[in-house]
């Protein structure tokens, strides 16, 4: 078995990926704080259904095998939509607010080291069960 395959860990793969992509627009978002016209924006914000769906449609061990379980076969959505962000616009037609925006970054930042010492537990946990 591959360990980087193991479900768990594709998953918290994943939620990296997207705070990484997070992380970029953020930066973007700061590097045009004086850019007239300029519309902050932020990814969708993701849903545990929809990564449970895109899990399940892959094939891995997410699968109901008691009738209690909750399906998650109509769960669908988009992960990585980018959307505006509904603040006030200044004079010039910007609407980026430096502090808003520092907040989501420290945010996004603290969650992904969050995510990556998870990732990083798994594995060592999955190397100690198998003996390496």
Known sequence: ???PDVPL???LRER??????????????????DTPGYVARDLKPQDFGD?????TSRGSALTATDPRHIAT????????DDMA?????????????????MIKV???QAQFQAAANLYAK????????IGH
């Not at 990926?17 to 704080?33: G, K």
């Not at 076969?73 to 990585?80: E, H, M, P, W, Y």
């Not at 798994?122 to 069960?129: F, P, Q």
């Open 1 to 3: 078995m591959n360990l």
């Open 16 to 33: 990296m990926n997207w705070l990484n992509q997070r992380q970029d627009v953020l930066s973007q978002n700061v590097a045009n704080a």
């Open 106 to 108: 420290s945010d996004t």
């Open 85 to 101: 962000t509904p603040d006030q616009a200044n004079p010039n037609g910007n609407a980026v607010g430096l502090e808003q925006e």
């Open 122 to 129: 798994a594995m060592g946990m999955m190397r100690t069960a």
């Open 73 to 80: 076969s109509s769960l669908t959505g988009s992960r990585f």
């Open 9 to 11: 860990l594709s998953l």
């Open 51 to 55: 990564i449970l769906s895109g899990e």
